[in-house]
């Protein structure tokens, strides 16, 4: 009986010690064993076997974590004092040096944020400080990245909360920013009136060419017009005169029948309002033949 409870007891301790001698490690950790106190090897994440009772696990979480820096009052350049809330990202990339370099991490960080944020705030006027946040977090990330390198960790990004100036100072810029809108509204009207009233004078610029232009062309195409029938009428009576004078001499006319054609023209001239007629030297020719035409009437009668 006591051979049987002295071996239950044996299996009872050898199943503890195996029990703490396995070790299992999560995918997103890693485990530094130490033998004595001394840091012995990194224990990769799975199952692990170490020596119980000598050797001890310190797992260290390889995820990225959040530091929440709080709030504190930072001077800027122009002598404003503002509230400031930032975060800092971070991820261990080496655990021995992050359990091993530094005693509490996060302490660490938060004041090494907090002083550095100081540092660069306060180069800074406040307007650029609102302003310029991704500017903030970018020179914040690279300074605290520097620094926390020996402790094995990366900073990842530092985010800007918020930058709360004075309430006076809150005021005066929402006075001011007030007064801006007013400005840009009423130099936005000003152009509006400016555009407007040149583009009305421009409208009647152009009015004013057009109607000119429709004139001159309306007067160009009458003066083609009258051109056009003034040639045709010129055309016409040439035409016509050259058909009389082509008649004329195909017919021969004697002297007789031209003593006629004249006398037939005094008449016309006779019932003018003329008070004086001029007759060419050439009347006497015509004459001459008017009193052979009354001769030859007087033979005729005689007969």
């Known amino acids: 009986m006591e051979a049987a409870a002295i071996v239950l007891i044996l299996i009872f301790v050898f199943i503890i010690y195996v029990a703490m001698a396995i070790k299992i490690i999560q995918q997103h950790e890693l485990g530094l064993s130490e033998r004595f106190g001394r840091y012995r090897t990194t224990l990769q994440p799975g199952f692990n076997m170490i020596v119980p009772f000598i050797d001890r696990v310190q797992k260290v979480d390889m995820r990225e974590q959040v530091v929440d820096v709080p709030p504190q009052e930072v001077i800027t350049k122009d002598n404003v004092v503002v509230t400031v809330d930032a975060i800092v990202y971070y991820q261990a990339t080496d655990p021995v040096k992050l359990k091993y370099n530094v005693a509490t991490f996060i302490l660490a960080a938060t004041k090494l944020a907090q002083t550095n944020l100081r540092n660069v705030i306060g180069d800074m006027d406040l307007d650029a400080a609102l302003t310029s946040r991704e500017v903030i977090n970018t020179e914040l990330r690279a300074i605290l990245d520097e620094a926390t390198d020996v402790w094995g960790t990366r900073v990842v990004r530092v985010e800007i909360q918020r930058i709360d100036p004075p309430a006076d100072v809150t ?133």
């Open 171 to 303: 005021e005066a810029m929402h006075r001011q920013m007030k007064a801006e809108r007013d400005r840009r509204a009423a130099v936005t009207a000003a152009e509006g009136e400016k555009r407007a009233a040149i583009l009305t004078a421009e409208g009647v610029k152009q009015a004013r060419i057009l109607d000119a232009e429709g004139q001159a062309r309306a007067i160009k195409e009458v003066a083609d017009a009258d051109k056009y029938q003034l040639l045709t009428v010129a055309e016409g009576e040439g035409q016509a005169i050259e058909r009389v004078f082509s008649a004329i001499h195909a017919g021969n006319p004697t002297p007789d029948l031209i003593a006629i054609k004249y006398l037939e023209a005094l008449v016309g001239i006779a019932n003018g309002e003329a008070t004086k007629i001029f007759l060419p030297l050439e009347a006497t020719g015509i004459l001459s033949s008017i009193g052979a035409i009354g001769e030859l009437f007087q033979d005729q009668q005689s007969e």
